[in-house]
């Protein structure tokens, strides 16, 4: 694990570390929570070179950020992503587990390797991360945990076992979690996006985009700006009596 500290003194606000910050949605939301005063980790595994145009956008628009590279598949990878941030800044106020991985392939075709690093990039690294920021919120008497979701674990996904799989267990992590850590005024909420115009989505998106605009009453895609600013609201303080909720940003794909 490899970070870029970007020069930037500790900041006078809340400090926000999102993970699979280089595009899509990640992008998005490091951008909204740099815009609502949050100085914001944009965290990236290989991506280095999206992941700078993410931070400079936000340095341009009077923003602090930095930059931490890591693979959070692995047991010990978030631990040091944590750390470094808190090392640089001081504190972690927010936190929005966001990277996520989905490979095709269906169930008796998927190989032990696809079903363990789909669950542990989705999965495993919101826990990790968890585990890792938690010590840092209570100490500084205030948290925010969004972790990203998806519509996938509520209607399942054909060829995507592994990624439905993830997704639904990371709802009921948030579930728990929200009991375990509410004494102590930790809010945690998940953002269940649909079907959002990103790269993900437009490599498995080839015949099917007239289907998948029928199957949604708004007729259209979500941008990942309407993600973020789900997330930006839970991670306020007017959603400070808001903890333990999967809020749908679908387009009413998925309904209640």
């Known amino acids: 694990m490899a970070a870029v500290n970007r020069g930037i003194d500790v900041p006078p606000g809340k400090v926000a570390l999102v993970t699979g910050a280089s595009r899509g949605i990640g992008a998005a939301i490091a951008l ?4 609502d005063g949050f100085a914001v980790a944009v965290h990236y595994q290989t991506s280095g070179s999206a992941a700078a145009q ?3 956008q936000i340095e341009r628009s009077g923003g602090q950020t930095m930059l931490v590279q890591g693979d959070v598949s692995g047991r010990g990878g978030m631990e040091p992503i944590v750390t470094e941030v808190a090392a640089k800044w001081g504190r972690i106020d927010v936190f929005v587990p966001n ?7 269906e169930i008796a075709h998927t190989t032990d390797e696809q079903w363990e690093r789909v669950l542990a990039t989705n999965l495993d690294s919101a826990f990790y991360g968890c585990r890792s920021v938690i010590p840092h919120m209570i100490a500084g008497g205030f948290g925010r945990i969004v972790a990203i979701s998806s519509q996938a674990a509520l209607t399942g996904s054909g060829g995507h076992a592994h990624y439905a799989a993830a997704k639904a267990g990371l709802l009921g992590f948030v579930y728990s979690l929200a009991k375990e850590l509410g004494p102590s005024g930790i809010t945690v909420n998940a953002v269940s996006p649909g079907r959002i115009d990103t790269d993900m989505l437009a490599a498995r998106s080839e015949g099917r985009m007239e289907e998948w605009l029928a199957q949604t009453p708004l007729r259209r895609l979500g941008r990942p700006d309407e993600v973020a600013h789900a997330v ?3 991670a306020s303080d007017e959603a400070s009596y808001i903890t333990g909720l999967n809020l749908h940003v679908n387009g009413g794909l998925v309904m209640g």
């Open 32 to 35: 909204r929570l740099a815009a």
């Open 54 to 56: 993410v931070a400079e």
């Open 99 to 105: 990277a996520g991985i989905m490979v095709d392939a």
């Open 232 to 234: 930006a609201f839970l």
